[in-house]
């Protein structure tokens, strides 16, 4: 045992020796210059795969068209790519597996390649018709729709909550309140953010805007509490029947006789 223990730690000495020696004979910059050379090779590469594009805010109309048509032009270019490639597994006989929770079959390789063309060809052709009036246009349509459709989700999203609280005018006063500060709150949280991310002016927005979001739950709460019993006392009372008056009886001209 004690012949063992001898030699495990004279192999462990030996070891270290070695490990050592090897670092005092090597050069004490080899690791930052290998350090260096990667990143430099990272940087090069990552510079080459994308390029410089300059700021959305900082373009021009005409630029931003000019990346709208070259996006679609490359999109449709990708389609025709994957339409070669249902091409050819259709000619080789593939079919595309059947998902057994699926109401239908899929389409066949040859159906799916015919639809990413009728796509492709789309998107060439609206890269052939774009102009500024038509997409400022299209722009401003797109956010009016989106718009409405914010306030349709967002109308029925408080129908659903408050219910007939909504019919109270100091309700809709407060929901008004709510929204003027939550827009203000969120837009100076938003501009601070794009400064810097650990502005504290960012962090003090959020603390106000949670304190908002308790105050006009709270404030809400107890107006649909006040609705409520509104409502109760006003509600008429259920009537009783009264009881019916017994009917008189009649009196045979005996019994009169008798009394």
Known sequence: MGKTRRFALTLGLSLALCNSAGLAFAAPDDDDEAADD??????????????????????????????????????????????????????????????????????????????????????????????????????????????????????????RRWGDTLKDPEAISELKLHAERTAKLKRIRAVALKKSKDDPIAERASQLLAKEVARHESHMKELQAKSVASSVANAPAATTPAPTPAAPSETTPAAEATK
Request: net charge positive.
């Open 38 to 159: 990667k990143d430099q090779n990272k940087a090069s590469v990552s510079s080459e795969a994308r390029p410089e594009r300059t700021p959305a805010a900082e373009q021009s109309p005409e630029e931003r068209l000019a990346q709208r048509r070259e996006r679609l032009l490359s999109g449709a270019q990708r389609l025709r790519e994957r339409a070669a490639e249902m091409r050819k597994k259709a000619a080789a006989g593939e079919t595309p597996a059947a998902n057994p929770n699926a109401k239908r079959p899929p389409r066949s390789y040859a159906e799916q390649a015919q639809r990413l063309e009728e796509q492709a060809g789309k998107m060439e052709e609206r890269s052939k018709t774009l102009d500024l009036n038509t997409e400022s246009a299209r722009s401003g349509e797109r956010t009016a729709s989106s718009r409405a459709r914010r306030h349709q989700v967002r109308r029925v999203q408080l129908n």
